[in-house]
Structures are given as C-alpha cells and as structure tokens.
C-alpha cells in the first residue's frame, strides 16, 4: 500500500516480528492528533502483546490489528523458500510454529489489559467494527481471523476501509 504524503505509513525493513504494536504506539505519540492503526500477525503480536497495557496505562490512543490464521505462516512460507534454495526437501515444520492450541483470544487478552476490541470473521463484519473502532481516541484492538492461508483479501479490504474512513 504506498503512503499518500511523507509519515503516513511506517513499517520496519525486512518485516521483523513483534513491533507491529509497539511502533503504533511510538507514532500515535509522535503523531497525537492522527489515527494511528499497527498491524501485526498473531505470532508477532505474541512477542510485544503487553503493548496493549501500555497504551491502555498512559491513555495512548493508538489501534491495533492482529492477523490471525493461528499459526507463524509467513516463517513457515520463508522456511519453505529457503529449503527450496538450498534444496532440502519439504517436511513438517517445528510443532512450535502451530498456534492453534490452546486456541489464544486475542480479544479476551486486550481485554485483561484495559483495552476494547472486537473479533471480525466475515468480511461484511469489518465495517461495524472499523465504526467501533475509530469512535473515539482510546486503543482498540481488532482480531481478524483469517482461515487457512494467509487471506490476501480480507487483509486489503481491511486496509482500504481504515484509509477509506481515515481520508473522511
């Protein structure tokens, strides 16, 4: 997704893990009067989850989106590349990149740490929650469940409807 004018998108070179959330956060401060939404994957998120308490602790009003598909899909997709460049043939990844059990809530977490959120399994529930979401300037934390691969779609749906209601 190209930025619109200099500041207006941040990600980190080479797609590191874990600072989807934090670097909302550093943002949101840098930037108080803007809406700030992070994304992160669900196994990224689990490196930095505790960012939730800080925004919630010092009133930080920043966004956040986890991915989740219940699983390191993208470490399992750079594996698989890797083991085809330096040709081993493809086996079962490491037990440890399986996220599905226990089954983690990203919701119920955001909640036990003072922020709201809302879980979206359609594509037609994103609306509802962006509104819910951008109602105020208090964090907020949005699941988006994603089934099997990695769902392209429902990630740029979500994507353009931020910047659709951020451009408004």
């Not at 998108?9 to 080479?14: A, K, P």
């Not at 930080?60 to 460049?85: E, M, P």
Request: proline share 5%; charged share 20%.
């Amino acid at each position: 997704m190209p930025a619109r004018a200099a500041g207006e998108y941040f990600v980190t070179r080479g797609g590191s893990l874990g600072v989807g959330f934090p670097g909302a956060i550093g943002v949101k401060l840098a930037h108080p009067d803007r809406t700030v939404v992070g994304f992160s994957g669900d196994g990224g998120s689990m490196y930095t989850i505790q960012a939730l308490y800080t925004a919630r602790r010092h009133n930080v009003g920043a966004k956040f989106v986890v991915c989740n598909n219940r699983s390191y899909r993208l470490l399992q997709a750079n594996i698989d590349a890797w083991w085809r460049t330096v040709g081993i043939e493809p086996h079962a990844h490491p037990l440890g990149f399986d996220l599905s059990n226990p089954r983690i809530d990203f919701v119920e977490l955001a909640a036990s740490m003072g922020v709201d959120g809302a879980r979206v399994e359609r594509t037609e529930d994103i609306g509802p929650v962006i509104d819910r979401m951008l109602a105020d300037d208090e964090p907020f934390l949005v699941e988006l469940m994603l089934d099997g691969d990695v769902n392209p779609d429902l990630i740029w749906h979500s994507l353009r409807t931020v910047v659709r209601w951020e451009a408004a």
